[in-house]
């Protein structure tokens, strides 16, 4: 089984998570800007935590956590942008990665589910 950081999924969501940071750093909002950066960071946090683990079964389970934050990010990223928060070229961007993401996840999830059975 391939280390979490030789995953293409954990590489592009920890990748996400730096430009979220970075991007939103001197956002006055801290409330919104702390919701998005731990949403972000839980993404290949939960994919590390996940492959640290001694199971398939708790893999699976923290791939679906994951999972989960990237949707969590993609409503974040269209609310920001609604209020302004995010320009929409950038936010645009971040729902793409985050949508491919989102399907990477799913795929590994089906792949560990059949080591399951």
Do not use: C
């Not at 993404?43 to 949707?71: C, M, Q, T, W």
């Not at 209020?83 to 070229?89: A, H, K, L, T, V």
Request: hydrophobic content about 35%; cysteine-free; overall charge positive.
């Amino acid at each position: 089984m391939l280390r979490f950081e030789e995953l293409e999924v954990w590489k592009r969501s920890a990748r996400l998570s730096a430009n979220l940071y970075k991007e939103l750093a001197t956002l006055k909002d801290f409330g919104f800007r702390d919701q998005i950066t731990r949403a972000g960071l839980s993404v290949p946090s939960n994919i590390a935590e996940g492959y640290e683990r001694n199971s398939d079964k708790e893999l699976a389970n923290f791939l679906n956590y994951a999972k989960g934050s990237a949707g969590e990010i993609r409503t974040q990223i269209y609310i920001g942008m609604e209020i302004g928060y995010i320009p929409r070229d950038k936010g645009k961007e971040w729902l793409q990665e985050s949508e491919e993401i989102s399907k990477m996840l799913h795929g590994l999830i089906q792949t560990v589910r059949t080591r399951i059975k």
